[in-house]
């Protein structure tokens, strides 16, 4: 993926388009520039479950310490799949407070 893409995609976190949203959060999943961490952070508050598990995926990815307390919240997502994604972000992730975080689940 072409980190040129960045400002492009960010705009399309914000479609209605819920397919437009995953298509763009998973493909700055792919890119994984730390840049993209905290509106990435803010999808996973996205009302539809498809977009959070990729956030979440997308955060483990870039793998920045500063996702998570994000990822933490979203182990109590009402999806399983979103909180199987987190819990696989905060694996990646790997810090102390990540895995307290797991260890307490």
Do not use: Y
């Amino acid at each position: 993926m072409d980190p040129n893409a960045i400002p492009g995609l960010l705009t399309a976190l914000h479609s209605e388009d819920r397919i437009v949203r995953i298509v763009a959060v998973e493909a700055l999943g792919k890119i994984a520039d730390p840049k993209t961490t905290t509106p990435l952070l803010g999808m996973l508050h996205d009302p539809d479950w498809a977009v959070r598990w990729r956030a979440a995926w997308a955060l483990g990815m870039i793998g920045l310490s500063a996702a998570v307390p994000g990822l933490i919240m979203v182990l109590d997502d009402p999806d399983k799949h979103v909180r199987w994604a987190a819990a696989q972000a905060l694996r990646r992730i790997a810090t102390p407070e990540a895995r307290a975080a797991l260890e307490s689940r």
